[in-house]
């Protein structure tokens, strides 16, 4: 039950995670707004078309050792609740979806995220999800994808607040008394 923040528990499936050790995590504020990039270890054995593929069918299932299991879940067992598809084809996923997506950023419940974003772009070089309110683009989630010799490096950058200053509210206005 997400409203109480329970979450499900975390899939078992025999595999070794990245270790956020081995990413290359910055985090940085340009006024109102958070940018956080992870630059993870290459992703071995796996092509951006592959990932490309991925993205396409994430609302799907998988099937691992005989078990089917959530394509979403399966990306990050561990954080990851829940996806749904609000808007769009549900055979092939790709731009001008919407993605509901609940995870829970180190199953932590009160770093759960239950929210909706547009998919505007999505292809080898990568994936680009943003939620705008009134007009400005309030969040953002990208992923690169660059072909390596033995598989594909990885980035990311999550960004939330407003992207234009023109869109920020000052946290330093001045009130005359």
Not at 57 to 86: A, F, K, M
Request: hydrophobic letters at 40%; a negative charge; glycine letters at 6%.
């Amino acid at each position: 039950m997400f409203g109480r923040r329970t979450l499900p528990l975390p899939l078992d499936l025999h595999w070794p995670m990245k270790a956020w050790e081995d990413a290359k995590l910055e985090l940085r504020y340009e006024r109102a707004h958070m940018i956080m990039t992870i630059e993870h270890e290459l992703v071995r054995g796996v092509t951006p078309a592959m990932l490309d593929w991925w993205f396409r069918h994430i609302g799907g299932e998988v099937e691992i050792n005989g078990r089917t299991y959530s394509r979403y879940r399966v990306w990050h067992p561990l954080d990851h609740v829940d996806w749904q598809l609000v808007e769009g084809d549900p055979a092939l996923v790709g731009v001008g979806a919407k993605f509901r997506i609940i995870e829970a950023f180190s199953r932590n419940p009160a770093w759960l995220v239950d929210s909706v974003e547009t998919v505007t772009k999505l292809d080898e070089t990568g994936i680009r999800l943003e939620r705008h309110i009134l007009g400005s683009e309030v969040f953002s989630l990208e992923h690169w994808f660059e072909p390596a010799d033995d598989g594909t490096r990885y980035r990311r950058a999550w960004s939330s607040g407003p992207t234009r200053s023109s869109d920020a509210c000052s946290s330093t206005a001045s009130f005359d008394r």
